[in-house]
């Protein structure tokens, strides 16, 4: 899929790219969830698939919060307070922290929710908010919450396909 220029298209997009990202988890027998052999994030790391959907939450929760603070005109520190674009490592490992001791199904749960979270936010901006001005400084809202929902959501569904063909899971 191209890269979203409007909000129909990005709606279409987060919904297309999540629902096929979905039936992929719930195929996944819950006993390898929290097993560490996906490719992590970072070079040479591994993580679970509990800790990938953490990742997917965390981002997506982060997205919601940006929003929320933009429009009560508060100050946002991106991408989170207490951290710098060039330690996103430091997040990623947060994100795991924050929902280390969420089971697979909470995970999921979690994932909708955000998700759901996410459609209402754009369902509830015109175009033009999303992708008519500028939001972060060069990017578009629009853009934003593309690179934090729906091209994450395709990047995990490589991970888990390349590991289910490694662990010969079909």
């Given at each position: 899929?191209?890269?979203?220029?409007?909000k129909?298209?990005?709606?279409?997009?987060?919904?297309?790219?999540?629902?096929?990202?979905?039936?992929?988890?719930?195929?996944?027998?819950?006993a390898?969830?929290?097993m560490?052999?996906?490719?992590?994030?970072?070079?040479?790391?591994?993580?679970?698939?509990n800790?990938?959907?953490?990742y997917?939450?965390?981002?997506?929760?982060?997205?919601?919060?940006?929003?929320?603070?933009?429009?009560?005109?508060?100050?946002?520190?991106?991408?989170?307070?207490?951290?710098?674009?060039?330690?996103?490592?430091?997040?990623?490992?947060?994100?795991?922290?924050?929902?280390?001791?969420?089971?697979?199904?909470?995970?999921?749960?979690?994932?909708?929710?955000?998700?759901?979270?996410?459609?209402?936010?754009?369902?509830?901006?015109?175009?033009?908010?999303?992708?008519?001005?500028?939001?972060?400084?060069?990017?578009?809202?629009?853009?934003?919450?593309?690179?934090?929902?729906a091209?994450?959501?395709?990047n995990?569904?490589?991970?888990?396909?390349?590991?289910?063909?490694?662990?010969q899971?079909?």
């Amino acid at each position: 899929m191209s890269v979203p220029t409007h909000k129909e298209e990005l709606q279409k997009t987060i919904h297309t790219n999540y629902h096929k990202l979905k039936k992929d988890l719930l195929a996944i027998p819950h006993a390898f969830t929290t097993m560490e052999e996906l490719e992590g994030h970072a070079k040479g790391t591994l993580m679970s698939i509990n800790d990938l959907m953490a990742y997917l939450i965390g981002w997506g929760e982060l997205v919601l919060k940006w929003n929320q603070k933009k429009e009560n005109n508060e100050q946002v520190d991106f991408p989170e307070t207490g951290y710098k674009w060039n330690e996103l490592g430091k997040l990623v490992q947060k994100f795991y922290e924050d929902y280390k001791n969420d089971d697979y199904p909470a995970l999921l749960e979690k994932l909708h929710k955000t998700v759901t979270k996410i459609l209402l936010l754009v369902d509830q901006k015109t175009n033009t908010a999303l992708y008519k001005v500028v939001w972060y400084e060069k990017w578009t809202l629009g853009r934003m919450i593309q690179f934090n929902t729906a091209s994450p959501y395709t990047n995990a569904r490589g991970k888990i396909r390349k590991w289910e063909k490694d662990k010969q899971i079909a």
